[in-house]
C-alpha cells in the first residue's frame, strides 16, 4: 500500500510537470542545443524540478550524435518473423530464459500472484532487451533523453520523457551519471523514463525503484506495465488471445511483438 500511494504521489506530480518545450526551440543538429539546454533549465525549475537537481543533472548533459544515429536507423524491425528471430538470437533467449526461470523460481511465483504474469513473457522481453541484465547500453542516459527533446522530429514526446527522468533525479531513482540505452530507456527492461514514473514498482521493498541493479523491480515493473496495459490473469497471450494487447503495448512492431509470444509460450511450455 505504501508503494501504491508513492508511485501514486509522484505520478500526479509528474502530470503537472509535463510541459513540452516550444517546438520553435527544436533543432536538427548540434548547433543549437547548448542554448536550448539555457532555455530549458528555467523552465524546469518552473515546472517544479529543483534548482540544484537541474544544475546537477544538466552538468555532464552534451549532444549525442550515437543517440541521433540510432534514432534514424532503427531497421531490424523491418525483417521477417524468422529473420528477426535469428538476429535476436530467439533460440538462445528460450534455452537461457528456462534457466533464469529455475533459477529465480520464487521470484516469478511471487510476481505472478501479484500482478497475474507468468514466467515467459517477462523473460522474453528480459532476455530481447538486454540479454538478462548482461548488456544495459553505454550512453548516457540524460544526454540522450536531452538530445531527443531538443531533436526537432519527437521533440514533445522526448520532452515528457525528459521531465520524467528529472523527477527520477529529484526522488533518488536515477543516477545523473546513469548510462543505458540509445533512447534513454533505463534498466534491465529497457524502460523510458515516463514508464519508470507511472510503471515502477519497488519489488524488494528497498525504498527505491532501481531498475539498474535490482531484477526484482525490474521485472516486478515490467509486469506492472502488462498490467497497465489489459493483462488479465489466466487469460492467453498469444496473437488474438486477450493478453496479446498488453504485449503490444510494450513494442510498436509486429515483429517485436510476436516474438515476445513466441518466445515466452516456449519457455511457459506452452
Known sequence: MLNTLRLATFAAAFISLAMPVAA?????????????VQAFKPQAVAN???PRVVETA???ISYNRETIRADRGQKSFK???????EKRGGATIIARGKKMKAGNAQLFAA???RYGVPA??????WGMETGFGNFLGNQHTLSAVATLAYDCRRSAYFTEQLYAALTLVQRGDLSPAAKGA???EIGQTQFLPVNVVRYGVDGDRDGHVDLVRSRADALASTANFLVGHGWRPGAGYQPGEPNYV?????????????????????????
Open 24 to 36: 520553435d526551440q527544436c533543432g536538427n543538429d548540434s548547433s543549437g542545443f547548448s542554448n536550448w
Open 48 to 50: 517544479g524540478i529543483s
Open 58 to 60: 544538466f552538468a555532464n
Open 79 to 85: 525483417l521477417s518473423f524468422e529473420q528477426f528471430m
Open 111 to 113: 510476481i505472478e500472484r
Open 120 to 125: 515467459g513473457p517477462l523473460l522474453a522481453i
Open 182 to 184: 540509445a533512447h534513454g
Open 246 to 270: 498488453a504485449i503490444q503495448g510494450w513494442n510498436a512492431a509486429t515483429v517485436y511483438q510476436r516474438a515476445i509470444a513466441h518466445i515466452g509460450a516456449a519457455i511457459d511450455g506452452q
